[in-house]
């Protein structure tokens, strides 16, 4: 929920996305029961949760017990949700559910003997096909971002973490190899050789966990691995596959993006009630498949649309999706105010629907446009990247 739902959630209801956060507060003792029952410190999150956050994954399947990277999106929601709203109360409510689960990741580390650096063992990666390996780039990669995003609430709210936070924030494995590919690419694990997966998962450091790398190791990662994913030939899953198609946008890469986008619709029962699917052949999978309609709506949002917290700021680059002659995004959230973003191929219009004055700034940041009720309502603006922000002393350059 919170990786593939939540962020749509956020952007256009962020009322409905602080209830979705509350409930996971209010389950934080069932999450530290899990831990202690594994001899772990903090709070260890269930993989499927319903009234009381006790875990309802049915035994023996094994996501409940080693797919341990939830305890990291459930965080990355709390950020996401702060980024959106600049509500700093949010830091102070969930405090104890973000200490908690620092404290997980710290009990649960362990050191990788080569390098020194801090990792994971005996875990599931989001290819849940892996089964349970050792050194998952994606899990290992959630974890110190958690942990990072947790010393800097703890900074705000004048908390004083324990030092190992981090220790393992800053010295986390995350390896790169060259025996996989002609190029440098992360490996999803160790001793991954090349198999098909059944659904994104080094692509998710990219986005939309945003992990730093540099352009051609990015150009790799999706070049190597969308082709093992939900494309022709895999397993036919689509779990968020649509990080492919984001990343390629976020790079400028139209016709890589517009490729991977394609694909969702292979993904769409259009005979029936036009539902998601799991799995493109056969009976479908799972039928009213929400993270994959999930992600396919974030496809839209995140990537078309280009919606990025960034520097400060909330950017947009918006681009037409395959066919499309104008895009409309109607009653978007960005702090305090609600928006409506049109464009076509010529123009863009951005709208102050209600909230407090936004900037609203274009051209590198040369042109500045302070939107209010008392004033200027609408802008627009040749397409192309612009930025919303509240102040001058808070612009986004990039």
Not at 40 to 56: F, H, I, N
Not at 263 to 275: E, S, Y
Not at 357 to 383: A, C, D, E, F, R
Request: proline share 6%.
């Amino acid at each position: 929920m919170e990786t593939w739902i939540f962020p749509n959630i956020a952007l256009l209801w962020p009322t409905m996305a602080r209830s979705l956060l509350q409930y996971r507060m209010m389950r934080l003792p069932a999450a530290q029961a899990r831990a202690a029952e594994r001899e772990l410190k903090g709070a260890m999150w269930p993989w499927e949760s319903a009234q009381t956050g006790v875990d309802c994954v049915q035994f023996p399947n094994p996501e409940g017990r080693i797919e341990i990277h939830i305890s990291g999106d459930i965080p990355m929601a709390f950020r996401l949700y702060h980024q959106l709203t600049g509500d700093d109360g949010i830091l102070s409510q969930s405090w104890d559910l973000l200490e908690q689960t620092c404290e997980f990741w710290v009990s649960r580390a362990a050191r990788e003997p080569t390098t020194g650096n801090f990792t994971y063992l005996n875990v599931q990666p989001p290819d849940e096909m892996a089964g349970m390996v050792n050194n998952s780039v994606y899990t290992n990669a959630v974890a110190s971002a958690t942990l990072k995003f947790c010393l800097e609430a703890a900074q705000k709210l004048g908390k004083a973490p324990p030092p190992e936070w981090a220790q393992i924030a800053y010295n986390i494995y995350i390896p790169v190899v060259h025996n996989l590919y002609s190029g440098p690419v992360h490996p999803e694990y160790t001793g991954y050789h090349g198999q098909d997966i059944n659904q994104a998962d080094v692509a998710l450091l990219q986005y939309p966990l945003e992990w730093p790398m540099d352009l051609q190791l990015a150009q790799n990662d999706l070049t190597y691995y969308q082709v093992r994913s939900s494309g022709p030939g895999t397993s036919g899953f689509y779990t968020g596959d649509s990080a492919y198609s984001i990343a390629w946008l976020r790079m400028n890469n139209r016709s890589a993006a517009d490729a991977q986008f394609q694909l969702a619709f292979k993904h769409m029962d259009m005979d029936h009630f036009n539902v998601w699917m799991e799995k493109s052949f056969g009976d479908g999978g799972h039928l009213n498949f929400l993270t994959g309609a999930g992600g396919y709506i974030q496809n839209w949002l995140y990537g078309y649309i280009g919606a990025r917290f960034q520097n400060n700021a909330l950017a947009f680059n918006p681009v037409l999706p395959p066919e499309m002659e104008q895009v409309t995004v109607r009653a978007f959230h960005y702090l305090d105010c609600t928006l409506t973003l049109a464009f076509n191929a010529t123009l863009l219009d951005v709208h102050l629907d209600a909230g407090s004055s936004m900037y609203v700034v274009s051209g590198g940041g040369k042109h500045w446009t302070l939107l209010s009720h008392m004033g200027q309502q609408t802008v627009s603006l040749p397409p192309g990247q612009f930025y919303l922000t509240k102040t001058k002393a808070r612009v986004a350059r990039g």
